[in-house]
């Protein structure tokens, strides 16, 4: 509301705006000779050159690694396109390389200055989000001219705005109302109210054209059109020059479909997609993509924003003479005689990766065209395989080329037949990448073929006691040599859709269930749960009594199937550790760090029962002290390990007698207590009947109260000073007993 009122504002003063050029235009290309001096054949550089895209690396971290390579003759100048947001990514990690013993003279690129500096070499003092007030403030004490106000057109000079809070007839509301104050030229002073009838026109022209820039300013910051890098390369002959760089994109995505054949075999066709975005600001025509599953750190800094530093202001010197000053002697030479004599900082260099094994499996067809935005595909049910190649981490990468996440992809003509996907495991990523050639228009997307293969998955049910409701699901193994990377699937049976879900990435090797449908002819509850706990050793030392139970658990799982076949039901049981296992022959599915899958197949229409029975130790801790009463845990001890009581015996005798000290020392202070109110009550009444005879008995019963509380704090003293003794007698006593009994030998 605030913005739309200032734009009514600047209509009012019917501001035209000068036709001048977008800020930020391209910058112009250096004169030859402030250009460094060229190579053997000095040529004026031609015309300038597009250097395409020749090959893409997405990332899962919203960044991409491009490649652009073309040739170049003589002294060329070449070209690409970006997008505004691409440049500071682009700064930060262009890497040029002329692969002809040519070099690059210079890299130049269309800028634009902060709007907020722009905004500093205007007078009027506004900031980029004006209000209706910070605009009339800017033009106060400036001629203007003010039409649709009652009494005709009026001259003056703006004085001042202020806003007004008025009610509106009987009710509770009010509204807020602006007002300017004008003073006329006759020099009346004129308060008007600021309607949309109003029209306030400055008469200054040099005004009026600080507000034509102004507004220019502002429209100009709305336009983000493309950016356009000029290198100049500069060599003989005609050469190869690469032009590489990381830049903001969208994630690339997985999606999967798993097809099942309407004869069951025991497999299922998995064919995998990746979902491609180019955003950027150039077409990929036959492109070599990769694509990485992983989040290689990266980061963006604002260097194609032009930054300035504050300066520190120095008063200019008024006195005549200056105060005489002292300065302290150097103790160490400074960083530039350092820097001189040799001694400067060393830089460590980047480890190169490890190597790794290669493998190729190759596969019938695979083909990859692009109409519009739609790829299409023929795949056969081959496996399509991965070869694992020599990674280079990504300085060395950059030194010599190459993408940052292949090192040296297979090309097809490399392979054994074309149609291959090749997959790249580095660090803790891994790649795909396709060796036939992806066009991608700009601003278009396509889904790119990763996966087709046959690979062995079963039906099952799966139930747990955190999701009671079975769920339908996959038991998928990953026989082919490819990393199936996380997204989502999509499950088909006999032609139709049977339910989709999420999968983490699976490794070669690996076999994960996958769920996609609630199993409503399942049903699974626990129908027995008992636990037998035997004590099997206990040992006593320095006061801590240690008791080792065994105990065995038993949980009974009961499954009806209600339909018409046969149902293999997977039921995930906790798994404890710290010393527990599985008590029997009974074996797991399959098991993971905190769950038992077992497996029960259940016939059609009928139930099955499962006993998981499962042995592990159990450990109670108790610290005896003479300060705490454990009489009767130790009297149970005793009962159930009797070979502990001649141990144990002296320490009941001695909390016996230590809870009988303890009762005494109460009855002592509740005497006291009793004494010393009888006390208080005595000298009040005595006090309340000075001077009169029947105060004589009060002083008797005074006395008698006073004699009994003295001596029942002397007892309450002594009995305490029993207690602890008997607590440190008792303390001793337990420090010293050593017992260890285990009921195997017995």
Not at 191 to 212: F, K, M, Y
Not at 583 to 612: M, N, Q
């Amino acid at each position: 509301m605030r913005r739309s009122f200032a734009v009514f504002c600047l209509a009012a003063f019917t501001v035209t705006l000068a036709a001048q050029s977008p800020a930020g235009s391209q910058a112009k290309v250096k004169p030859a000779a402030q250009q460094a001096p060229q190579l053997a054949a000095p040529q004026a550089p031609g015309v300038v050159k597009d250097l395409p895209v020749r090959k893409v690396v997405l990332y899962k971290n919203g960044v991409g690694y491009f490649e652009h390579a073309g040739t170049v003759t003589g002294n060329q100048r070449v070209a690409i396109d970006f997008t505004s947001p691409q440049l500071n990514d682009v700064l930060q990690s262009l890497t040029v390389l002329d692969e002809g013993g040519g070099r690059v003279a210079g890299v130049n690129y269309n800028s634009t200055t902060p709007l907020a500096e722009q905004l500093k070499s205007l007078s009027l003092g506004m900031t980029d989000d004006p209000n209706s007030t910070e605009l009339f403030l800017a033009l106060r004490g400036q001629r203007v001219e003010v039409t649709g106000a009652a009494g005709g057109p009026i001259t003056g000079r703006l004085l001042s705005i202020e806003s007004r809070n008025e009610k509106m007839g009987e009710a509770d509301t009010s509204i807020n109302k602006y007002y300017l104050t004008l003073v006329a030229t006759t020099g009346a002073v004129r308060v008007i109210e600021l309607t949309p009838a109003l029209s306030v026109r400055p008469l200054d022209a040099n005004l009026q054209g600080q507000l034509d820039r102004y507004l220019e300013l502002l429209s100009t910051t709305h336009a983000n059109g493309l950016r356009h890098l000029t290198l100049d390369a500069l060599g003989v002959d005609q050469r190869e020059l690469r032009v590489s760089y990381i830049s903001e994109v969208p994630v690339w995505k997985s999606t999967y479909r798993i097809v099942f054949p309407r004869t069951p075999n025991g497999s299922a066709t998995m064919q995998g997609w990746a979902v491609v975005d180019n955003t950027v600001g150039a077409d990929w025509e036959n492109v070599q993509l990769s694509l990485v599953a992983g989040a290689p750190q990266s980061f963006i800094q604002p260097l194609s924003q032009p930054i300035y530093t504050r300066r520190v202001e120095i008063p200019i010197a008024t006195e005549s003479e200056l105060t005489p000053q002292t300065h302290e002697a150097a103790e160490n030479r400074n960083f530039a005689a350092l820097a001189a004599l040799g001694l400067g900082v060393s830089a460590g260099l980047p480890e190169r990766a490890k190597k790794q094994k290669s493998q190729t499996v190759s596969a019938d067809a695979l083909t990859v065209q692009t109409d519009s935005n739609v790829v299409s595909t023929l795949v056969s049910n081959e496996e399509i395989s991965n070869i694992a190649t020599e990674n280079r981490n990504f300085a060395d990468l950059a030194r010599t080329g190459h993408g940052v996440g292949g090192g040296y992809i297979v090309r097809a003509s490399d392979a054994y037949k074309e149609g291959d996907v090749t997959t790249n495991a580095f660090d803790d990523f891994f790649e795909y990448a396709l060796t036939q050639p992806v066009t991608i228009h700009k601003n278009e997307s396509a889904m790119v073929p990763i996966l087709q293969q046959e690979l062995p998955a079963e039906h099952v049910s799966i139930w747990s006691e955190k999701e009671p409701t079975p769920l339908r699901a996959v038991w998928l193994e990953n026989k082919s040599k490819l990393t199936l990377d996380s997204g989502n699937f999509s499950i088909f049976e006999s032609g139709e859709f049977a339910g989709e879900g999420l999968l983490d990435p699976i490794h070669p090797g690996e076999r994960r269930l996958l769920s996609y449908a609630a199993d409503q002819a399942v049903r699974v509850k626990v129908t027995d749960n008992s636990t037998l706990r035997t004590l099997h050793h206990v040992q006593i030392s320095k006061g801590v009594i240690v008791e080792t139970y065994m105990n065995v658990d038993s949980k009974t799982y009961s499954a009806i199937n209600s339909s018409d076949g046969t149902r293999d039901v997977l039921i995930e049981h906790p798994r404890r550790t710290n010393g527990w296992e599985l008590d029997g022959d009974l074996k797991p599915a399959e098991s993971t760090p905190s769950l038992y899958r077992f497996r029960l197949p259940v016939p059609a229409h009928s139930t099955e029962k499962l006993e998981v029975r499962e042995r592990g130790p159990e450990h109670t801790v108790v610290h005896l002290n003479g300060d705490d009463q454990e009489t009767v845990y130790l009297l149970d001890l005793v009962k159930r390990v009797p070979d502990a009581l001649d141990k144990l015996k002296p320490v009941i005798d001695a909390q016996s007698a230590l809870a009988d000290l303890e009762r005494r020392i109460k009855e002592s202070k509740q005497t006291e207590e009793t004494a010393s109110a009888d006390e208080a009550r005595d000298r009040e009444n005595l006090t309340a009947l000075k001077g009169n005879d029947a105060a004589k008995r009060f002083v008797e019963e005074l006395n008698r109260a006073e004699d009994l509380l003295q001596s029942t704090r002397k007892q309450t003293a002594d009995l305490e000073l029993q207690k602890k003794a008997a607590v440190e007698k008792l303390n001793e006593m337990i420090s010293q007993i050593s017992f260890d009994w285990d009921v195997k030998a017995k």
